[in-house]
C-alpha cells in the first residue's frame, strides 16, 4: 500500500493588484517556498495576513499549498 509522506509546504497569498481597463479587479499571487512542515495553520495565517498589512492591499485568501512524496 502507497504512503504519501509531506516533502514541503508553500505560503500563498492572493491579493487585489488594481484594476484593469475594462473597471474589473486584478488579482495577483505571492508565494512563499521552504516554510517549515512544524508552522501551524494559525502561524501562516498570521504571517500572510502580516504580509498584507505591509503591501497596503487587500489580501483575497492565504493559501496553504502542500507537497507529498508518494512512496510505495
Do not use: P, W
Request: overall charge negative; aromatic content about 6%; some cysteine.
Amino acid at each position: 500500500m502507497a504512503e504519501a509522506l509531506l516533502a514541503s509546504q508553500s505560503l500563498v497569498i492572493k491579493y487585489k493588484a488594481g484594476i484593469d481597463k475594462e473597471g474589473k479587479d486584478v488579482f495577483r499571487r505571492q508565494g512563499f517556498s521552504n516554510i517549515s512542515n512544524e508552522a501551524t495553520v494559525d502561524n501562516l495565517s498570521a504571517v500572510g495576513h502580516a504580509i498584507g498589512d505591509i503591501l497596503y492591499t487587500q489580501i483575497c485568501s492565504v493559501l496553504k499549498e502542500e507537497s507529498f512524496e508518494l512512496m510505495g
